[in-house]
């Protein structure tokens, strides 16, 4: 019986320290089956998406939130500088949840505390950092979901910084990527976020040293993963499990997100068939050589005007699955705007030219400042463009004084009507008055007649 117990229990230990090897040996193009709610693979250096699965649906981050915390950190912070806890970032975690039981009035420096919440996602820890960086926690959430926007993450908005469920707290499988993406280029931030150990010195009121140990199995040496470069796991009760964690190999970086998985193992089963997926199920292909010459007409008033060369400075590349042909893409380009005198900012696009069930249809695109054409005919794009603005905008101007002008001699015109009848009426009423004191001239004229020759009558008499 002791014999049988003890073959169980091995068998227990091998299933669970091999189950990453055994999910690895996928077929030749098969598609991932995930048992993830979200997910996605990405291209770390360009952003391009390899697979998905409602990448943009929102899920709670649990403590993959403190992957932002950490970018956050190495961004604005110097790792030897002291945090001191306050009583808030102490006792307004929630109890029993993850911590370092730290005090306040502690001291511990910003390394220290990076270590805690990236090996034991100690939340007290995540306060202490996010009290240090932006004054209080409320503050500091609201940089990461700056932060998050600038980076693209347009659906993420974080309510904290250690990833407890709250309100308005929320993020996606893609959003996710594109943050690990960024904070993998710093390498203090892969230092800490790859770590499985860390001893922390003794504090002011911890006269023992803390010791911290990752349940991250791609850390801790019990799912062992090659090229493994940083990587952060999460749980809570709403959020369900996620995982978010980098990767390189021979050359490419790959992203992967897992969120919302109902068992703790099935998000690293996901993240390994994404990864072997992505390292070995893709080619890479330049999508734009620096011997592209293409010619863009620059439209003004649906009229052509010039043309723009788009020619990048370097081979763009991109990812294309093995069952696609290597120039089986589409490029757009779009003239954005002319910007400093340095040339049209063009961006393009990159998509597949038709939709493929092996690899998401969207290369990504890029920004490419293109000069103006000096070969072709219509080159004095900038010049012309400027003296047609000038001469419309002149054209514009004299149009207003025109209709200044017409309206001026409309309302002298009226006014001149106006003044003509005022002075013959007046001169109507002139001549009533004139007859008028004529015929009272010639009355008094004949009563004075009348009367003088009465006295003279009288006076004769």
Not at 19 to 33: G, H, K, L
Not at 273 to 298: M, Q
Not at 375 to 391: A, C, K, M, P
Request: glycine share 6%; net charge negative.
């Amino acid at each position: 019986m002791k014999k049988n117990t003890a073959f169980i229990v091995l068998f227990v230990l091998i299933l669970n320290f091999s189950f990453c090897i055994n999910i690895s040996s996928a077929d030749p193009f098969d598609i991932p089956e995930l048992t993830s709610e979200s997910a996605v693979l990405m291209d770390a250096r360009t952003g391009q998406v390899l697979f998905e699965k409602n990448m943009h649906e929102r899920q709670l981050p649990a403590s993959t939130t403190k992957i932002m915390t950490g970018l956050l950190t190495v961004e604005n912070a110097e790792l030897n500088h002291m945090i001191t806890m306050s009583h808030d970032a102490v006792f307004s975690i929630v109890r029993g949840s993850s911590h370092i039981a730290l005090d306040t009035g502690e001291r511990l420096t910003v390394k220290e505390a990076l270590y805690a919440l990236s090996v034991e996602s100690a939340n007290d820890a995540a306060n202490g950092v996010a009290e240090h960086i932006g004054g209080n926690t409320k503050a500091f959430a609201e940089m990461m979901t700056l932060r998050a926007k600038e980076l693209g993450a347009l659906d993420t908005n974080f309510a904290n910084a250690h990833g407890l469920d709250e309100d308005n707290h929320y993020t996606t499988a893609y959003d996710m990527a594109l943050i690990m993406s960024q904070a993998i280029k710093y390498p203090e931030f892969n230092e800490v976020f790859a770590a499985n150990y860390y001893e922390m010195t003794p504090t002011n009121l911890q006269s023992e040293p803390r010791y911290f140990h990752s349940r991250n199995l791609f850390l801790n040496g019990r799912c062992d993963y090659e090229g493994i470069v940083a990587s952060k796991l999460g749980w809570t009760s709403k959020a369900n499990n996620t995982l978010v964690t980098a990767a390189s190999r021979d050359g490419r970086d790959l992203v992967a997100a897992v969120m919302n998985n109902q068992a703790h193992n099935g998000t690293y089963e996901d993240t390994v068939k994404l990864f072997d997926y992505g390292f070995n199920e893709f080619n890479e292909v330049i999508v734009l050589s620096t011997e592209t010459n293409e010619s863009i007409p620059v439209l003004s008033n649906n009229q052509v005007e010039g043309n723009v060369n788009v020619r990048p400075a370097e081979p763009v590349r991109r990812l294309l699955h093995k069952s696609l042909p290597a120039n089986d893409f589409d490029v757009n380009y779009e003239i954005l705007d002319y910007s400093n005198n340095e040339g049209f900012k063009t961006e393009v696009t990159f998509k597949l030219k038709q939709k493929s069930k092996y690899m998401y249809e969207e290369l990504g695109s890029l920004v490419i400042i293109a000069p103006v054409d000096s070969s072709i005919q219509d080159t004095t794009v900038t010049v012309w463009g400027g003296i047609n603005s000038f001469l419309l905008g002149l054209f514009n101007v004299l149009k207003i004084i025109l209709l200044i002008g017409l309206g001026l001699i409309i309302l002298i015109l009226i006014l001149r009507q106006i003044n003509q009848y005022r002075l013959r009426k007046k001169r109507f009423s002139g001549r009533g008055n004139y007859r008028i004191n004529n015929v009272t001239r010639n009355m008094n004229k004949d009563n004075n007649s009348y009367l003088n020759r009465y006295h003279n009558r009288d006076f004769d008499k």
